[in-house]
């Protein structure tokens, strides 16, 4: 098991990508704090890595909550004496263009994709200069190398997220701590519930996405799960402050 003996938060982990990169670290021997707003997800996560054989515990917590996820944190890192992995993963789709987009939304979305990253990886990077190792991953988009048509909120953090990864990375480094950021494309979860509602149905996005993407297809998010056991083990030794886009080509064309 190649994370035997470690400890990672995963925020966003109580459903899609999340849920399947917490189970993924578990079963690679990590124990995995469950790190989501969403108390039944978050459970229902942790109840799936223990049915398999893995160990993991819930935090109940708004990442964008300043105080809350520095108890969090505290408390993680007070019962386990070590943080070494944090995969920021939480984040938010807000559609809307210059003049459209509710400015609420805006801030929101800075809040959630961009400053709760930063705070998380603020709060974790104490331990991990001390311990002299540590990973974070960041979760970006293919919207963050790429532009969306009426979507400034979204394409704006996310092309932040990189330029925060990079920053950190190069930052933190000396320390042997390493950032970086996952760019995952159309992956079929919950989270592209509001655009296919904007888009007029299932038909529509898929058909969308069979003209949009050379391969044609969703991804599982057992497919990004792999790129992000990739990312947070010894496997990317070597890698800090590197994008890894897994969108089945559709930023090549
Ligand atoms: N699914 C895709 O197609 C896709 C593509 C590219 C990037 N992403 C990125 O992946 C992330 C989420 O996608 P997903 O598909 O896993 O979504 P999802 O909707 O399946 O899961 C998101 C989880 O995040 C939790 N969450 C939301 N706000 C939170 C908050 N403030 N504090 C704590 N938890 C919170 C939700 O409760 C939910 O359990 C986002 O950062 C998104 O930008 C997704």
Avoid at 16 to 27: K, N
């Amino acid at each position: 098991m190649i994370l035997a003996n470690r400890v990672a938060i995963v925020t966003g982990a109580g459903s899609g990508i999340g849920r399947a990169g917490a189970s993924i670290m578990a079963r690679e021997g990590a124990h995995v704090v469950v790190a989501d707003v969403d108390f039944m997800n978050a459970d229902e996560t942790v109840r799936e890595i223990v049915a398999a054989g893995g160990s993991a515990e819930s935090l109940v917590l708004d990442v964008t909550d300043d105080r809350a996820l520095e108890d969090g944190i505290s408390a993680i890192a007070n019962r386990h004496g070590r943080i070494d992995i944090l995969h920021n993963h939480a984040g938010a789709q807000v559609a809307g263009d210059l003049e459209q987009v509710a400015i609420e939304g805006f801030d929101k979305s800075w809040a959630l994709n961009v400053r709760a990253h930063f705070m998380a990886a603020r709060l974790v990077m104490p331990l991990m200069t001390r311990a002299g190792k540590g990973v974070i991953l960041n979760t970006s988009s293919s919207s963050g190398v790429l532009y969306d048509r009426e979507m400034i909120a979204y394409t704006t953090t996310k092309h932040a997220v990189i330029a925060m990864t990079r920053q950190m990375a190069g930052d933190y480094a000396k320390f042997g701590v390493r950032v970086n950021a996952l760019c995952p494309g159309w992956v079929d979860t919950p989270f592209n519930e509001p655009f296919i509602a904007q888009m007029g149905g299932r038909d529509a996005i898929e058909s969308y996405i069979a003209e949009k993407v050379p391969l044609g297809r969703w991804a599982d998010v057992s497919e990004i799960a792999e790129p992000i056991l990739f990312l947070v083990s010894d496997r990317s030794s070597y890698m800090t402050g590197q994008i890894l886009v897994v969108d089945g080509g559709e930023t090549v064309v």
